[in-house]
C-alpha cells in the first residue's frame, strides 16, 4: 500500500473551516483514499473515503487532486470536538486490512 | 446497528502469561482486523481475517495469532507476554465490495496491561 505523508500538526479556529492536506505520490489507480480520526484513548473513527471523485458527506469533504497524489479533508465548520488525530491512508478495496496508519495529524480547535 | 464490540475494555496480565481478546463485528461484515496501538509506535497492523481466513500479517511475532468463527467473531492471542505488549489493541470490521471501498468500524479496543 501506498505511504502517505500528513503534517503532524495544525491548529483552527473554531467555526471556521479546517483543511488537512495529506500527500500520497505512490498511490496507484486502484488504491482508495480514507480519513479516519481519533479522539483520545478511543477507536479510529472512519470519515470519508474517494477514489477519484471529490466527495461530500455530513462529517466531511474530500478533495483529491486531479493527478490523485494529494488530497485535502475539509471540515466546514470546526468544533471543539473536532479536536483530534486525523489519519490519511491509501489502500486497496479488498486488502483495506493491511493499512498503515503513519502517525497522522494532530487538529487542536481553539476557542 | 450495533457496533464493534470488544472485550475484555481493560486487562492486566503478568509476564509470562498469555492473554485472549475477543472481537464481535458489525453483522454482515466478515472482514476483522487487529491492530495493537503504543505511544512510541501508533497504529499497527497485525493481522486481518476474512471468511475465517487469515489475508494479511503484519510484522509481529508468532507469539501474536489469531482466528475467526464462522460467526465472524475474531479472537486474538498474545502468548509469553513481555512488558512491552502492554498496548491498546483495536479491532475493527468491514463490509467487502468491489469498486466500492468501504470504511472500517472500529471498536474502543482492549487496553492490556503487562506487569
Known amino acids: 500500500d501506498a505511504k502517505t505523508t500528513q503534517p503532524p500538526s495544525m491548529d483552527c479556529a473554531e467555526g471556521r473551516a479546517a483543511n488537512l492536506p495529506c500527500n500520497h505520490s505512490t498511490i496507484s489507480g486502484n488504491e482508495y483514499v480514507y480519513w479516519y480520526r481519533q479522539i483520545h484513548s478511543q477507536g479510529p473513527q472512519y470519515i470519508i473515503h474517494?477514489?477519484?471523485n471529490n466527495e461530500t458527506n455530513e462529517m466531511a469533504s474530500l478533495i483529491i487532486t486531479e493527478d490523485r497524489k494529494s488530497s485535502t479533508l475539509i471540515l466546514p465548520h470546526a468544533t471543539l470536538r473536532d479536536t483530534a488525530v486525523y489519519y490519511c491512508i491509501v489502500s486497496y478495496d479488498t486488502n483495506a486490512g493491511k493499512s498503515t496508519f503513519g502517525d497522522g495529524t494532530t487538529l487542536t480547535v481553539k476557542p | 446497528k450495533a457496533g464493534v464490540t470488544q472485550t475484555p475494555r481493560y486487562l492486566i496480565k503478568t509476564r509470562g502469561q498469555q492473554v485472549t481478546l475477543s472481537c464481535s463485528p458489525i453483522s454482515g461484515h466478515r472482514s476483522v482486523s487487529w491492530y495493537q496501538q503504543t505511544p512510541g509506535q501508533g497504529l499497527q497492523f497485525l493481522f486481518e481475517y476474512f471468511s475465517e481466513t487469515q489475508r494479511n500479517k503484519g510484522n509481529f511475532p508468532g507469539r501474536f495469532s489469531g482466528r475467526q468463527f464462522s460467526n465472524s467473531r475474531s479472537e486474538m492471542n498474545v502468548s509469553t507476554l513481555e512488558l512491552g505488549d502492554s498496548a491498546l489493541y483495536l479491532c475493527?470490521?468491514?463490509?467487502?465490495?468491489w469498486g466500492e471501498g468501504y470504511g472500517y468500524t472500529f471498536g474502543s479496543g482492549t487496553r492490556l496491561t503487562v506487569v
Open positions: 474517494g477514489l477519484k
Open positions: 475493527a470490521s468491514r463490509q467487502e465490495g
